[in-house]
């Protein structure tokens, strides 16, 4: 009972900070200004996300992010597969594991650097390409290692069973492995979808053109360079309610217009999330 009454007040201190950017981005200006938002908003209104909604770069940003995203997704869940897979396997199958273990373990420990990695991405012909947000960061080990230990966990007997009926390596990983690892692939899958979502300072080194951005980079570029001078004079004639936005009401509007995606997906992730981080850490 004591740890469910402190869990419930952590959890509550967690979400205050978003409680109270909803308050603001829907309160009027002379409350906002005023400082007198607290967890529920003053002077209803909605002009900072009619803002938002007006700007076509934002849904160019966001469109930007989807494609990031989706395929960030399948090139890494691809890769982690075809590398934890063999790397499962003992030294008797697969003679060169320990040194391609020790090989992967490497970039844990070491890391090429920021300039490298970027000349290397310039070389490829890469830059302002939506591949130079993917490919650098295609393999992450931490992901590797949790697919491997949770293949580990799955019993040999079952592989050994596909082989007698004559299934090859490749049909064993699709038909055996997989199907009995979906927790283990949804735990992957949200640290791949929140990764590529928040990711904003590769989109600010690889993108020359605003247009180019993901969406965590226009909101960050936004928040740092907001100019409230973008309201044009048709826009204010248009819609007066305009006048009502602030920049500290614009800002927490864009932070929760780009945040609650994936915050939505969460939920439905949790539960195999749960088991998959259990049960990938019981085997090494």
């Known amino acids: 009972m004591f740890n469910f009454i402190i869990l419930t007040f952590v959890a ?24 007198q938002v607290g967890l529920w908003p003053k002077g209803f209104n909605i002009s900072a996300y009619e803002f ?44 060169l594991r320990s040194f391609y273990v020790w090989f992967f373990m490497v970039t844990m420990v070491f890391h090429g650097g920021l300039i490298p990695t970027y000349l290397v991405v310039n070389e490829l012909h890469l830059v302002n390409s939506i591949w130079a947000l993917i490919l650098p960061e295609a393999i992450v080990m931490f992901n590797v290692l949790l697919m491997l230990n949770f293949f580990r966990a799955i019993p040999r007997e079952l592989e050994e069973a596909a082989l007698m009926d004559g299934a090859g390596w490749f049909v064993t990983l699709t038909r055996v492995y997989l199907p009995l690892s979906l927790p283990s692939l949804a735990t992957i899958t949200l640290f791949v ?92």
């Open 52 to 95: 938002i909604f007006s700007n076509s770069q934002f849904f160019k940003s966001l469109w930007v992010t989807v494609q990031r995203t989706v395929l960030g997704l399948l090139v890494e869940l691809s890769l982690t597969i075809l590398v934890a897979y063999p790397l499962s396997k003992s030294n008797k199958i697969f003679r």
């Open 193 to 284: 979808l929140v990764r590529h979502w928040n990711s904003w300072f590769d989109g600010l080194i690889y993108m020359n053109m605003p247009d180019q951005y993901p969406l965590m980079t226009y909101l960050q570029t936004m928040v740092l360079n907001l100019d409230l001078s973008q309201l044009s004079s048709t826009m204010l004639a248009n819609n007066p309610s305009m006048l009502e936005i602030t920049g500290r009401s614009l800002r927490a509007a864009m932070i929760l217009a780009c945040t609650l995606p994936i915050l939505l997906a969460y939920p439905f992730l949790q539960r195999f999330f749960v088991k998959g981080m259990l049960l990938g850490s019981v085997k090494g």
């Open 12 to 35: 509550f201190l967690c979400l205050l900070p978003i409680l109270n950017l909803v308050a603001v981005s829907f309160s009027s200006r002379s409350v906002v200004e005023a400082n």
